[in-house]
């Protein structure tokens, strides 16, 4: 599990409002997240159908080519 050292920032009435965390823990947490999403995505995608090398280069054309237009 992620150590995490932790500072609590107190209102007048010394009720927690915030937390303050180093950044380069700030900066594990946000990478532990986006590889969690990235897995989550290959799940969603991983019995979708795949493309030849030829037809995803047809397909980024096709869209390239949309693009250009607009």
Do not use: C, R, W
């Amino acid at each position: 599990m992620l150590e995490i050292s932790k500072s609590y920032v107190l209102d007048d009435d010394n009720n927690p409002i915030a937390v303050q965390i180093p950044l380069a823990e700030f900066e594990k947490i946000e990478e532990i997240i986006e590889d969690y999403g990235l897995g989550k995505l290959i799940e969603e995608v991983e019995n979708d159908e795949t493309l030849s090398k030829k037809e995803a280069l047809k397909y980024l054309e096709s869209i390239k080519n949309k693009n250009v237009g607009n």
